[in-house]
């Protein structure tokens, strides 16, 4: 029994060597059309993580990785509510889409034993796994919780193959003043909130 096994392992590697090119060619065949769909699925992924509050691209840009739950900063408790929105109106075909906007009513209140001012937002609207971008104007939150920001790229789309985007992510940069022993200080916190499985409010036709 044993002179058998060895011998049928014996004749497999055989045929291996004699047919390394063929077998060699096969697995390149198989396998790289595999590494090239992984890396453009991980590529397209990682590429739009990341986020730039600057309206205009440039190569002093900087990107923000890294960002809090509206609940995780330090001073005080942000509420966001997806209040309303509007798609936009158009085809590809002649100019374009316009007049699409996502309306939020974002609010905030100090923690006990904080003294909190002058807190402003700068908004973008960005999608996963397609760069589909939108930054809105400042709003300073002390004078009102209405952010409104443009956005005039037709959802859903589908980027990749079993890939779909439905909606973009709202991302915040959060500027604040904290009084705290008699000084006043500044202070920048950066703030993701996702629209997935969220309904608005109200949709405008």
Known sequence: MKNKKIEKKVTFWTWLHRNRIKVAVLAFLIILPIALVFTAYIGSYTANRKVTF???ITAESEYIKDFLNPDE?????????WNELKHPVG???EEGFENGYY???ITYEAHEN???KNVTIVPVLQTDWKNLR???VPVSL???????VLFNDELPIKPLLFVTVSEPHLYLMVQYTLTTGGQDVSFIKYV??????INPLNVVN
Do not use: H, Y
């Open 103 to 105: 309306e939020f009513l």
């Open 54 to 56: 600057d309206e205009t």
């Open 91 to 93: 085809t590809l075909d």
């Open 114 to 116: 904080f003294t909190v």
């Open 192 to 197: 993701q909130f996702s629209l997935k499985d």
């Open 142 to 148: 002390t004078n009102t919780p209405i952010v409104t």
């Open 73 to 81: 900063i330090d001073a005080f408790d942000m509420t966001i509510v």
């Open 134 to 136: 939108s930054v809105g």
